[in-house]
T-cell receptor, first 116, second 115 residues
Framework: AQSVAQPEDQVNVAEGNPLTVKCTYSVSGNPYLFWYVQYPNRGLQFLLKYITGDNLVKGSYGFEAEFNKSQTSFHLKKPSALVSDSALYFCAVRDRLSAGNTPLVFGKGTRLSVIA | EAQVTQNPRYLITVTGKKLTVTCSQNMNHEYMSWYRQDPGLGLRQIYYSMNVEVTDKGDVPEGYKVSRKEKRNFPLILESPSPNQTSLYFC??????????????FGPGTRLTVL
């Protein structure tokens, strides 16, 4: 079975400071990992994904995430937070060995608030 | 412009009154899916479709039906809505059904309240 955990319901950070949104996963094999962002009254938007290769993945809006196999983590990071980054962030995982119709499993979401 | 549209965006209804939430995409994607989002529970998949006339249950299918008669449309049907189906619903699509790395594209959401 595959699962993903986002241990923080809420993350607060001051504008200009670095931000981290945490995600850990559990799969039988190797993972495909995704981050999505949800702005108020909007659907989820894709930020970035890890498939294979370089453990540091760069995505939209200056975000990046680091895949750490030994810690089974895929934390989302940004060097300098903006107020406009305030949103709900979802981590998702799919086992690489699973069939294509195996759904993405989403975490419960982390609400990021960037304070001016 | 590539997009996923859902209608209605907001709906308040009463218990037992059948309703349909439509989802349409213009990207010629094979894979379409419905999720519900509830506080503290994240997104949970209701049903998915790998292509026309191919649908299957997700994690929480009870009380829902779907159909996929055309590639672009994937309506979600609640035959007899109940208050526990009050939720925020998202339709999502991706290019191929057998490619695990595909990015999903989400519609804007439908907020449903069942009284």
């Amino acid at each position: 079975a595959q699962s993903v955990a986002q241990p923080e319901d809420q993350v607060n950070v001051a504008e200009g400071n670095p931000l981290t949104v945490k995600c850990t996963y559990s799969v039988s094999g190797n993972p495909y990992l995704f981050w999505y962002v949800q702005y108020p009254n909007r659907g989820l938007q894709f930020l970035l994904k890890y498939i294979t290769g370089d453990n540091l993945v760069k995505g939209s809006y200056g975000f990046e995430a680091e895949f750490n196999k030994s810690q089974t983590s895929f934390h989302l990071k940004k060097p300098s937070a903006l107020v406009s980054d305030s949103a709900l962030y979802f981590c998702a995982v799919r086992d690489r060995l699973s069939a294509g119709n195996t759904p993405l499993v989403f975490g419960k979401g982390t609400r990021l608030s960037v304070i001016a | 412009e590539a997009q996923v549209t859902q209608n209605p965006r907001y709906l308040i209804t009463v218990t037992g009154k059948k309703l349909t939430v439509t989802c349409s995409q213009n990207m010629n994607h094979e894979y379409m899916s419905w999720y519900r989002q509830d506080p503290g529970l994240g997104l949970r998949q209701i049903y998915y479709s790998m292509n026309v006339e191919v649908t299957d249950k997700g994690d929480v299918p009870e009380g829902y039906k779907v159909s996929r008669k055309e590639k672009r449309n994937f309506p979600l049907i609640l035959e007899s809505p109940s208050p526990n189906q009050t939720s925020l619903y998202f339709c999502a699509t991706s290019l191929g059904s057998l490619i695990s790395t595909d990015t999903q594209y989400f519609g804007p959401g439908t907020r449903l309240t069942v009284l």
